[in-house]
């Protein structure tokens, strides 16, 4: 199988719409004394915008947004982000750092060890690109799933995306013990338009290699039939070759096929 495959994790490896994006709603309201909650689509509409791959820049920015609408310009503002991150945290991990106990405990599950292990055993390297910390990335790999020390460039390791330098850095791992490295296409798997802008930026940035971006449906989008084909399309249009509505349909067959 000449392929490799990379990972993003929120949205495709863990369904967070009931936890990053609650907590970063929670921060925005905090910081507005609870004049405005983004709602889904609100969030939906900045992530669109394929810029804001980080929930507590995005937080931030949708904070400022708010006053800005209200006749305050940004300038006048002192906003604190570390303020703004704390409070995030102490949604997303909880109170207790050292026993999580925030909205990360909760999160469903979207693909399961034994899919890993498929993929293996079709001779297919795979790893993890992903915009989430070291800790909460972690947590759902190896806690939750199982995962053996897989590869994984995390927020602290690598530009965010969409730079693609952190699923070069993957790539760079995988490939190490497979030969003929250069002759395998590198498939990154990811749900929002800045994880298909970083496959259309790594393309350009290695013009040699083949790069295939497939997008996946997070569970917030299944939920709402009416959003599915905007939600596909913008994936399409930002460089996706497919979009499917789980990651366990990325199968070695269709893998192959790709």
């Given at each position: 199988?000449?392929a490799i ?24 309201a905090?910081?507005t ?7 889904p ?5 900045l ?6 791959n980080?929930d507590?820049?995005?937080s931030?920015?949708l904070?400022y ?12 503002l002192?906003l ?14 909880g ?8 909205y990360i ?10 899919y890993f292990?498929?993929l293996t055993a079709?001779?297919?390297p795979w ?6 910390t070291?800790?909460s990335?972690?947590y759902?790999l190896h ?10 460039v995390a ?6 995306k969409?730079?693609p330098?952190?699923l070069?850095?993957v790539?760079?791992q ?6 003929p490295?250069e ?9 929002t ?11 350009s940035?290695q013009?040699?290699r083949?790069f295939?971006?497939?997008?996946v ?8 039939a ?6 596909r399309d913008s ?6 070759t497919?979009v ?13 096929l790709?």
């Open positions: 199988m000449s495959v990379v990972f993003d994790i929120d949205g495709v490896i863990r369904d967070v719409g009931n936890s990053y994006r609650r907590a970063l709603a929670d921060t925005v905090e910081f004394s609870g004049s405005f909650r983004p709602s689509i609100d969030i939906d509409k992530k669109g915008e394929g810029i804001w980080n507590w820049e995005g931030q920015e904070i947004r708010y006053f800005e609408s209200q006749g305050q310009p940004r300038s006048e002192k604190d982000y570390e303020r703004i991150v704390a409070y995030f945290q102490t949604k997303y991990r109170t207790d750092p050292v026993n999580w106990n925030g405990c909760d999160e469903p599950l979207l693909a399961s060890r034994e292990n498929s079709a001779g297919i790893g993890f690109f992903s915009g989430a070291q800790g990335a972690s759902i806690r939750r799933l199982g995962l053996n020390a897989p590869i994984l927020m602290e390791d690598a530009p965010g969409p730079d330098t952190g070069f850095m790539v760079a995988l490939s190490a013990s497979q030969k490295a002759n395998r296409s590198i498939v990154y798997v990811g749900d338009v800045a994880d298909m802008h970083t496959i259309v930026n790594a393309s940035k013009p040699d083949h295939i971006g497939v997008g449906l997070p569970p917030h989008i299944l939920s709402e009416s959003q599915i084909d905007d939600y994936l399409l249009r930002a460089g996706a497919i499917i509505n789980n990651v366990t349909e990325l199968t070695p067959e269709k893998i192959d790709l």
